[in-house]
């Protein structure tokens, strides 16, 4: 299966839309690093800047668990010929950001970084970081598709899902995955007047002197 179109598909879905509206909910403003590289000011109280400052400064995620991050995100946003990879999109910072704003996200994330390290652990004799690229390909293929997925596996099927939500959510409300997604939002273009068979189908011209029309009359 195409991994990277599954996730445009899944971030043009009600859950990918339904998810970034949760992250900027009213009266929880959020700006991150992938979103926003200096904080933005407009419209921001003194109060929601000073949090967000904090936010920033502050450090969930250690370093092993950030590596395990990055290496599930590209697995799950590839780079390809059209665009980088989900961590070249700065998609792990953005997910230690998100931890750090809704709390609510922290043990399910460090609870299943713990469990894929531990299956791994059983099955290759090292972490998921330090397997290859290969076994790291096998272990996700075990959670990354809930229907086929066996009943041991269900804390990983719903590690994996937030993993791909976040990870979908991250990349494309940045720069390059607005790019990869191909959208160009509304552009100007010019206006050359009234198509000619419009204007034959209702008895009218332009008078290329004057840019007036004329009538035609039926006799």
């Known amino acids: 299966m195409d991994r990277r179109k599954y996730l445009k598909t899944l971030a043009a879905s009600t859950a990918g839309v339904g998810l970034l509206f949760h992250a900027c909910a009213p009266g929880q403003k959020k700006e991150s690093a992938v979103l926003a590289p200096k904080p933005f000011t407009i419209d921001r109280t003194t ?4 949090r ?25 946003i590839p780079k ?7 961590s070249e999109a700065s998609v792990p910072d953005f997910i230690e950001f998100i931890v750090k704003d809704m ?10 970084i713990k469990w894929l390290d531990v299956q791994c652990l059983k099955r290759f004799n090292t972490d998921f970081a330090s397997c290859s690229h290969e076994q790291q390909i096998e272990m996700v293929d075990e959670i990354a598709y809930p229907e086929k997925a ?7 099927v719903a590690f994996f899902n937030t993993m791909r939500d976040l990870t979908a959510t991250g990349f494309y409300t940045t720069r390059m995955g607005i790019a990869d997604l191909g959208y160009i939002g509304n552009k100007p273009n010019q206006w050359d007047g009234v198509p000619k068979e419009v204007l034959d189908q209702y008895g009218l011209k ?8 004329s009538v035609k009359f039926d006799s």
């Open 150 to 156: 066996k009943p041991e596996c269900k804390q990983g």
């Open 52 to 76: 967000e400052q904090k936010l920033q400064a502050e450090t969930f995620f250690d370093e092993h668990e950030m590596k395990t991050i990055a290496i599930l995100a590209d697995i799950i």
């Open 80 to 86: 390809d010929e059209v665009s980088g990879s989900a």
């Open 103 to 112: 709390p609510d996200y922290q043990i399910p994330l460090r609870g299943g």
């Open 206 to 213: 332009y008078d290329d002197r004057t840019l007036e029309i």
């Open 47 to 50: 109060a929601e800047l000073e």
